[in-house]
Nanobody, 115 residues
Framework: QVQLVESGGGLVQAGGSLRLSCAAS????????MGWYRQAPGNQREFVAR???????DYADSVKGRLTISSDNAKNTVYLQMNSRKPEDTAVYYC?????????WGQGTQVTVSS
């Protein structure tokens, strides 16, 4: 099992910045990717960004240029630096990881962007 704990969410004004953290613990071997999804009220959960163990990154088109995903392998932590926040970025942000085709999810952290 893998446990994921997100932190860093909160209220930010439009144009502001925020950094989310996701700390992983438990059985860490063969984790192929870590990343983030988000879910806004009334919407389905959508992909935001992911970081593969080899270092490759992917971003959703809607966040390219405004978000940066990174990791601290010594701390088993992945980060999401969010700049130039927009009100439409308001959502619960979920950390995920994957091993052998199985996804693991955190509980989520709320990010609210005020206009």
């Amino acid at each position: 099992q893998v446990q994921l704990v997100e932190s860093g969410g909160g209220l930010v004004q439009a144009g502001g910045s925020l950094r989310l953290s996701c700390a992983a613990s438990g059985t860490m071997f063969r984790l192929s990717v870590m990343g983030w999804y988000r879910q806004a009220p009334g919407n389905q959960r959508e992909f935001v960004a992911r970081l593969f163990t080899g270092g490759r990154t992917d971003y959703a088109d809607s966040v390219k240029g405004r978000l940066t995903i990174s990791s601290d392998n010594a701390k088993n932590t992945v980060y999401l630096q969010m700049n130039s926040r927009k009100p439409e970025d308001t959502a619960v942000y979920y950390c995920f990881t994957q091993r052998d085709g199985t996804n693991y999810w955190g509980q989520g952290t709320q990010v609210t962007v005020s206009s």
